[in-house]
Structures are given as structure tokens and as C-alpha cells.
């Protein structure tokens, strides 16, 4: 197993494409602006926001960088798979995927209307760029599963990237599809878990503590690598180089922070599902531009 | 749909497992996308001689049916046709909620064997002798139902399974079971039969109740009751037609099952009643309990299962 803790760390292990200046600032200005666009959907109603932000960067870098797929064609058979098996983040899965153009963005400000096809839990059968319905944790994993072991059957070489949250972790059937994708030597599905240490009711480490996550599931065969969850170098340097070893599923594990770019509510368990109050929008969209332009400060220094 | 029936040796008995086994191993040479999964069931859900043509198209998830069923949904997401074998219990009830999230909302063709219904194995006791499956599966929407009688349904509900764009269940009994179909006989899905016409009664039965219930007929006829007795092969979606027209004859309509009458066959055949034709009717089968342990020939005729304890039961409905 190999933990990074810094960007030289992993580039030791690997020959690795680094991002230009230029494609850093865009990555950062997508994310924030996805994040922006989350807050105007809850002027319509509350939802799952922590686990949003937490996730947002990883998608942002997997939909812009990573993965190969075709908004004009969203079922093109040798496209790679996300699955993001913790669906109540779905609201980041959305703004990203009406960034990238799998359909109007103006089908975000439906979020909350009777029939609305942005539901607080992703339906494939309402949007194009939903690669499977979750919304009850534990799912994801066994299908994406599937769907990697599937490409091997066809000779396909598409991957699968399945996103899990860290509390999802303690559901029993993500460690039978661990188990199993470790038996099977399932090398083109990645696991990445957004590490943001909180659940609905709190700490992930008080409910039920998760940890050695790493040392978890590198005994179920997989080869694991940490990183932070909101560098976005270390996010596109370790997709890059997937699968970390031949015949060997990848898991991700990345330290993220619960509401990302709020700051007033980064790292609180209560936004996990933010009953947000209408007034207080305008001023968290004024948060989250600021927290954005600081970002992009830092990457122009 | 071809009936590979003939060319076995034909038996007046076949073995549900084995007519499974050979269902799947030929409908696996005329379709490439079948694949069969297992949960350590290979061998007793039958699926072994698939194993042996088809390696590479058998997929062993060991005991751990919620991630075999998430599997199974995965693959039939790739246009891959899955058929998933194991205990009922564990695949009508352990992976509940990913049959119910990952298969039936999604409607995906995912083919589900749930093996040794009913009484089937009743020597081990209520945990693995199932008697609540019908009403638990049949609560799901998009899902097929399928509970076959003998060798011929068997065989032919397997290949209707795969050509059905959405999940099927698919009950299967341990017992060696007489055969009735001729090797001409079509299953339909959503269709029952008349095997059996009559007048005075209709008894509405399905799969493993078949022949007892067609002795019963035999031994009440003698005593000069007409009974029609219906199979519902098909628990869901029902021949509602069947049971309308058969019950607007008789007037009066009992069920007779291996399972519990709370959400059975009985409770379907009623929905269909209490909304068009209300008739009274009477449901045997097994009363709202876990079962008891003991040998298939004594458990059913402790639970009132027998030709000659279902020809009583029907006689004294018939008095009321």
C-alpha cells in the first residue's frame, strides 16, 4: 500500500502528466461555479449539500480530465462508468454533468418541483449522465462491479469509477463487493472514497469508526492511495495512473472536508442535509465566490 | 421456443433443478449474454453443467447475496442476462432491497431462482423453509412472477424468462414432480390453464399443489362434486381473465398452496374477486406461522396438504 502525502511522493511512483496553471485555475473556477449553482437550486428546497462540496472537486476533475465519455452520447457503450454509489452528493453529479453538457442547465432550477428530474436522490431514467440509481448506500459498488467485470467479458477496456462516502462504508455490502472485486482481480474498477469524516449525526470516527479505511481494503485486495480530496493535482495525478498495479482493483481514499467552500459551515455535521433559510443564499453564494477567488489567488502565486 | 423436453429420456417425474440446469445450459448455446451467478449454490441450485460449458459466463459471488444481486444488476445493465440462483430465503429476503432498488425500479432482466419453495426443505427448519415469498416479491412492482408445475413449465418458464425486458422470479421446488404437460404444451406467460373442467367449485393452485389438488378433484368427483381446477402458473401478472371466467361459472373459489395465505396465491386470486366478482372463497394453505420441522410427507399433511385433507377441506366449504 502507498499513502501520498505530497505531490513528489506520488510522482516518485509514477511517470505522471502534471496540470498546467491554465487547466487548475479552469478546474477550480468549474468547481466553484458548480458549487455556486447548488446554492441557487436550494432556493428551491433543502438538500444533501455537505457531501456535495466535499465530492465536488474529485467529479469536477473526473468529468473534465479523466474519464472518457461523450455528453452528445451518453450510452456509448465503450464510455468509462462513474457511479456514484453515495447519490445524496447527486447534487454536485448534476451541476457537473449540465457543465459538460449532458443537459440544460436550466433543468437545475426545477430542483425541488413537483416531478422534477434533479431529484434529491439521481434516477437514470430521468437524465441523461446518470449512469445508475442510488440513493440507498451500499449499492454502488456490487454494480459498478459488475459493470467492470462485464467490460473484461467483452473485451472492452472502458473503467468504472465508483464514488462511496466514508459512513457508506460501514454498510456490510460494500465489503461483499470488496471482497468480491478483490477475488476476481477486477484491475479497471476504481473506488473512491470521499473521506469528509461525517454523517448524518456526526463524526464518522464516534458512530461507527471506519478506520484503518486504508488498511481495510488493502486487505481485501485492493491497492489503496490517499490523498487530499481538494488538491486538485493529486486528484488528476492519482486518476491518472489507474490501475495502481496489474490485476488489482484501485482505491482512492481522499481527505475531504464536508461543505467545502462554505465556510462558515465546512466541517459541521449539521450540513450534511442543510435546511437552508432563504436569506441566507445570497450571502453563502458571496462565501463561496470569495473562498473560489482565493483559490485561484493561491494557484496564480 | 423450442421444448428440448423429448430429448431426455421421458419419465413420468422430473427433477425441477435438473430441468433448470438443462433449461439454462440451452438457452446459454442459443444466447451468448446469459450468464448465471451463484452464492456457494452452484451445485444445488443446479447450475453446475452451465459452469462446465460456460466458465467464463458463470459468476460464483460466494455467500453474500446483496453484493450477487447488485452484481446481477450491473451485468443486465450491459446488456447481459443474468439468471441468479441461490436458497430462497437469501435471494427473495436477504438482498430484498437490491432486488427491490437495482432491479425492479430499474427494470432491468435480471432472472432470479428461488430455490426449494415451500415445504422443500422443511427438515431444516422455518429459517430456510420459505412460506412468505409470493406476497414479499409480488409487492414489487415491474417484477414477473413465475411458479411452475411440473418438468415441461419448468423448462419453458426459464426461456420465457430471458425474452421478458424486466426481472423474473421464478419459484423452484425441490420435490421430483409428476409430470402433466405434454411435450407440445406453451407456456404463456401470464396465462393459466384448465386442467381440469368442472362446475361446482373452482380451485385456484399453483406449482407443487398441482397434483394434490387434481387427486382431490378425482376423489370428490367420485362423491359427485364438479371441481375446475386451475393452474396459475403465472402468480404475477394473474390470468385474471381465467379466474373470472372460471369463478362467474362456479360461483364459489378456494386456493390450495405451499405457502402462507397471508399474500399468496390466494390474496392475488382475491385482489382480482373482491374488485369484479366477489364470490365466496376460502384459502388453504398455511395459516400465519413459521413452519414447523419435519419430513415433506408429514409436514404437508400436518399443515392439511394432502389430496384426501384438501378434498375435505373443499367439501366442507362447499357446506357452509
Redesign the interface.
Known sequence: MSYISSNEDLRSITKIKKLTKDEIESLISKSYNCRVNILKMMRNAEGHIGGAFSSLDIITVLYNKILRHDPKNPRWPDRDRFILSAGHKCLALYTVLADQGYFNEEILWTYGQFKTRVAMHPEEKLLPGIEFPTGSLGHGLPVGHAIALAAKLDKKNYRVFVMLGDGECQEGSIWEAAMSAGHYKTDNLVVIIDKNGLQVNGLTRDIMNISPIEDKFNAFGWEVKKIDGHDFNQIYEVLSVVPFVKGKPSCIVANTTKCKGLTFAEGQFQYHHWHCEQDKIDDSIEVVNNVCRKELEKIGK | MENNMDKEKIEEYDDPRKVFSNALVELGRKNPNI?YISCDSSLGASGGEFHKIFP??H?E??I?E??????????A????IPFIAAYMPFVAFRCF??LR??IC??KLNVNIMGNNCGFSVSSLGPTHTVLEDMGVIRSLPNITIFSPCDGPEYYQAVFAAAEIEGPVFIRIHRNKVKRIHSSDFKFVCGKGEILKPGNDVTAVTCSSMVNPTLEAANILENKGVSIEVLNISTIKPIDKELVLSSSSKTKKVVSVEEHSVVNGLGTAVADVLIKENPVKMKMIGINDEFSVVGEYKDIVDYYGLTPIKIANSIENFLKV
Request: aromatic share 12%.
Open positions: 450468464i467464463e459466463r459468476f459471488f460466494g453474500a446483496q453484493n450477487a444481486m447488485g452484481e446481477a444488476a450491473g451485468f445493465t450491459c446488456g447481459k432491497e437490491q432498488d437495482d425500479k430499474t
